[in-house]
């Protein structure tokens, strides 16, 4: 996960607070997504992206919006954390730019724990 | 926090012996398939994928095996070593979308 970052790595936030998470890829794929990890779930899709300024839900995307306004950067923005947003949330990336072939491979950043309160 | 481990089936394997990992899949439009392993406190890695107009692909050290008379993933690691301890993950995609659908994981230990 060298070209995805993802930052703040940890963070404990108080109920009914907007938190936003940040992901950045030096790799100049196409494709970006969130998700969540929780025990005995999983991961599960909340929103990802196609290209800049085009998003879309995925299966858990209540309580989330997400934004892109350019190739390099998906934010992930909780409008106001509740204590069933605790969990760990993973960045991927999959396709790169200019791919001659579709490619559905998806590379992970480290995570962001998030604890709500 | 609770690790990720928790609640997840468990392959307990001795060092040099072969592992293999098994997924079921329900969705019979599924044309695409991957495996990927993670270490806890880390994110899911990529190990091996796989079409649907395939049966079988190798790795090193690693081949997974598709079986869609009956929606079946395996994933075979040769000489299991201590590093493959982790949890790994199957995950699909529908055809004609792009996103993929994980399953639930299955925890490898390898004992020395």
């Known amino acids: 996960d060298a070209g995805i970052t993802q930052s703040p790595r940890h963070k404990v936030t108080e109920t009914g607070t907007p938190v936003t998470l940040r992901c950045h890829q030096t790799?100049?794929?196409?494709?970006m997504y969130w998700y969540r990890q929780d025990p005995g779930h999983g991961l599960r899709l909340i929103h990802y992206s196609y290209g800049v300024k085009d998003t879309d839900k995925g299966e858990v995307s209540d309580g989330y919006s997400v934004s892109r306004s350019k190739t390099e950067d998906f934010l992930l923005t909780l409008e106001s954390a509740t204590s069933s947003q605790t969990s760990v949330y993973f960045c991927?990336?999959?396709?790169?730019?200019?791919?001659?072939?579709?490619?559905?491979?998806?590379?992970f950043g480290p995570g962001t724990r998030l604890t709500v309160t | 926090g609770e690790s990720v481990g928790l609640h997840l089936p468990t392959l307990s394997v001795q060092e040099g012996d072969n592992s293999i990992i098994n997924c079921a899949y329900s969705?019979?439009?599924?044309?695409?398939f991957i495996w990927y392993k993670q270490e806890s406190g880390k994110g899911p890695q990529f190990i091996i994928d796989i079409r649907s107009n395939m049966d079988k692909r190798q790795g090193q050290r690693v081949t997974v095996l598709l079986n869609k008379t009956v929606k079946h993933l395996s994933l075979q690691i040769a000489a299991t070593q201590p590093g493959d301890s982790a949890v790994y993950f199957c995950?699909?995609?529908?055809?004609?979308?792009?996103?993929?659908?994980f399953g639930k994981g299955t925890m490898l230990l390898v004992s020395p």
């Open positions: 991927a990336i999959s396709e790169r730019s200019g791919s001659l072939s579709p490619s559905y491979e998806q590379y």
């Open positions: 969705n019979s439009a599924s044309d695409y």
């Open positions: 790799e100049n794929h196409r494709y």
């Open positions: 995950a699909e995609k529908s055809s004609g979308y792009s996103t993929l659908t």
